[in-house]
């Protein structure tokens, strides 16, 4: 089994920052994507920004320039910098994964999530 725990959400004003961390534990063998997806209130899920494990990113078009994903391959960890947060940043946001065990096929894993609030 593997786990997938988020933190860094918070409460924030218009045109701050958060880290969010994500780390997987459990069964791994390798990590391919990993991925950071949010829904707000009301909404449906969205996918944020991607990277895999050669490092190649790609961004929503609603986060690109103020997002940054990155990720600690050593510990199975992904990162999601936000910078210039606006009203409409306000959502859970989720971690995903797409892991291969040490036997077995790959699978796609998510997060609890971890909420982020714009409060201005």
């Known amino acids: 089994q593997v786990q997938l725990v988020e933190s860094g959400g918070g409460l924030v004003q218009t045109g701050g920052s958060l880290r969010l961390s994500c780390a997987a534990s459990?069964?791994?063998?390798?990590?391919?994507?990993m991925a950071w997806y949010r829904q707000a209130p009301g909404k449906q899920r969205e996918w944020v920004a991607t990277?895999?494990?050669?490092?190649?990113?790609n961004y929503a078009n609603s986060v690109k320039g103020r997002f940054t994903i990155s990720r600690d391959n050593a510990k199975n960890t992904v990162y999601l910098q936000t910078n210039s947060l606006k009203p409409e940043d306000t959502a859970v946001y989720h971690c995903?994964?797409?892991?291969?065990?040490?036997?077995?096929?790959?699978?796609?894993?998510w997060g609890q999530g971890t909420q982020v609030t714009d409060s201005s």
């Open positions: 995903n994964a797409v892991v291969t065990p040490p036997w077995g096929n790959s699978r796609s894993y």
């Open positions: 459990g069964t791994i063998s390798s990590i391919n994507v």
């Open positions: 990277v895999t494990s050669g490092g190649t990113t």
